[in-house]
């Protein structure tokens, strides 16, 4: 249906060019986790790092337009492997409103709620090629890049700043991979996302040199399990809030995120398994431009599940030491070049020194607890061109 979708789309190219545009990206790199299976087991180098798309924008008229890209991904175990849509949605422009702007998106949108959200999906539009897990979790990346459903935009332009104003309301579907990345391997029954209501605000002064951003995310997810298997019927519901801050200096930038959550977890387990948690974390990030070809990237990210148990020792002492307490947080030292050797040619290195596991699974538990070491590190080059 979407190699159909894009055949239709090429063909009406011939008819009206300055209608349809399109782009794409190639990358290829090598990684390595050492004591963790984060990116592969055993230690291994691998090559399990691969990121091929095409996005496209066909104007249907001065106020309509559809916007698509797909994508093909292999990230070892950071997420699923294969060839997927990140977004295919109608852009719809509203009249403007005085100094107001307004786009309807309808279909799969992408999520512009935080700061890499509408562009983790573009090797060359990050800042790293691992984004700080404390925000940008790695498992649920198809389930955080976008939605089914509809996204409302509104912009305003001013002497006193500019302002941008989202709201979204949608789910997104929910596969068998990212049903075993929340509740464990041998999970085979159904895991839905019953919707995701998302809204976020963003305002820079006039200078444009600098940026403040809030965010709130609501979501349900139901699990209903497969008859030969032990889970049982259960759901969580989460909660995200968030800050960001973006400083913009002629050689150097700044930006963070800080957010705090709050899931509980019902059933599944068991029938009568609860679990409640308010977690915590965020990032700060500096890039340094050397020069027009140079950039360096430092970096710290901090996680914890449960902000009454930063060390973990209380998730350690209530499953009987099954569950180690450096499941309970994840800290993260990251440092990284960028080299643009030619016009759409990237280079990019960096290596990261890590504490904990917080993030390296959703729910911990003696079915789902992966094999990693308290400290641990992982390593990345990735080579990129996009057109």
């Known amino acids: ?43 291994e180098i691998s090559f399990d790092l691969t990121e091929l798309g095409i996005n496209m924008r066909y104007d249907m008229n001065a106020s309509l337009a559809v916007v698509g890209q797909a994508v093909y991904l292999n990230g070892g175990n950071r997420y699923e492997r294969g060839a997927r849509i990140d977004y295919l949605f ?26 890499y959200s509408a562009t983790r999906d573009v090797p060359q539009t990050r800042s790293t090629i691992i984004l700080p897990q404390s925000i940008y979790f790695d498992n649920f990346r198809d389930v955080a890049l976008g939605s089914d459903g509809v996204l409302l935009q509104l912009y305003r332009s001013s002497d006193e700043g500019n302002l941008k104003i989202n709201w979204s309301y949608g789910s997104s579907p929910m596969s068998s991979y990212q049903t075993k990345a929340l509740l464990g391997e041998f999970a085979q029954g159904e895991l839905k996302q019953d919707y995701a209501h ?33 889970l049982f019927e259960g759901g969580r519901t989460v909660r995200l809030y968030t800050l960001s801050a973006v400083y913009y200096a002629e050689n150097w930038e700044f930006n963070a995120e800080l957010q705090r959550n709050h899931s509980r977890d019902f059933g599944g387990y068991s029938p009568a398994f609860f679990d409640e948690n308010k977690g915590e974390g965020g990032y700060a990030q500096i890039r340094y431009m050397l020069n027009s070809q140079f950039t360096l990237t430092l970096g710290y990210d901090m996680y914890v599940s449960d902000r009454n148990d930063r060390d973990g020792e209380k998730l350690e002492a209530a499953t009987g030491g099954v569950i180690p307490a450096y499941f309970g947080y994840e800290k993260t030292a990251t440092v990284g070049v960028q080299w643009d050797p030619r016009p759409n040619w990237r280079i990019q290195a960096e290596h990261h020194w890590v504490n904990g596991a917080g993030r390296l699974t959703s729910i911990p538990g ?22």
């Open 366 to 387: 003696p079915q789902n607890t992966p094999d990693t070491a308290e400290y641990w590190r992982m390593w990345a080059v990735q080579v990129m061109y996009w057109f």
């Open 1 to 43: 249906m979407f190699v159909f979708f894009f055949s239709s789309l090429v063909a009406r190219h011939c008819l009206a060019e300055d209608a349809f545009s399109w782009h794409g990206f190639l990358s290829q790199g090598i990684s390595q986790s050492i004591d963790s299976d984060f990116i592969h087991e055993d230690d």
């Open 90 to 115: 109608v852009d719809w422009r509203l009249p403007d409103m005085e100094n107001w702007t307004a786009n309807i998106n309808l279909g799969r949108f992408k999520s512009p709620h935080w700061l």
């Open 198 to 230: 998302q809204f976020s605000v963003f305002w820079q002064p006039p200078s444009l040199d600098w940026q403040l951003g809030a965010s709130w995310l609501d979501s349900d997810f139901t699990y209903h399990p497969s008859a030969n298997e032990n």
